[in-house]
Each structure stands twice: as C-alpha cells, then as structure tokens.
C-alpha cells in the first residue's frame, strides 16, 4: 500500500519484491520522518529500483 499516489517505476511491468516501514526496523535508516521504502525488479530479474514515500 502506498503512503501517497501509486509510484510505481516506469520502464515495463516490475513486481515488488520488498516494503520496508523504516521506523519499525532495529536500526536507523535516513529516508525521511515516518518513510516507507519499496523494491521493485523486472519480471526477468535483471533490473531494480527503489521508491521512498515519507508521509
């Protein structure tokens, strides 16, 4: 679920492959004030990218 308007990365279909809520982690990731982190990858595992939402 996103915190904000789907965001999806452009460039074909990617699946999620993580959702991190960072302030529910055991250590400090700098991605914001209350930021939620998603992994994306192509559907043939060659390519990733991130997105970070911060509320």
């Given at each position: 679920?996103?915190?904000?308007?789907?965001?999806?990365?452009?460039?074909?279909?990617?699946?999620?492959?993580?959702?991190?809520?960072?302030?529910?982690?055991?250590?400090?990731?700098?991605?914001?004030?209350?930021?939620?982190?998603?992994?994306?990858?192509?559907?043939?595992?060659?390519?990733?990218?991130?997105l970070v939402q911060?509320?």
């Amino acid at each position: 679920m996103f915190i904000q308007d789907d965001e999806r990365p452009e460039g074909g279909p990617r699946r999620l492959l993580l959702q991190l809520d960072s302030n529910w982690v055991p250590y400090h990731l700098n991605l914001g004030a209350s930021p939620r982190l998603f992994a994306f990858v192509s559907e043939d595992g060659a390519r990733g990218k991130l997105l970070v939402q911060d509320s």
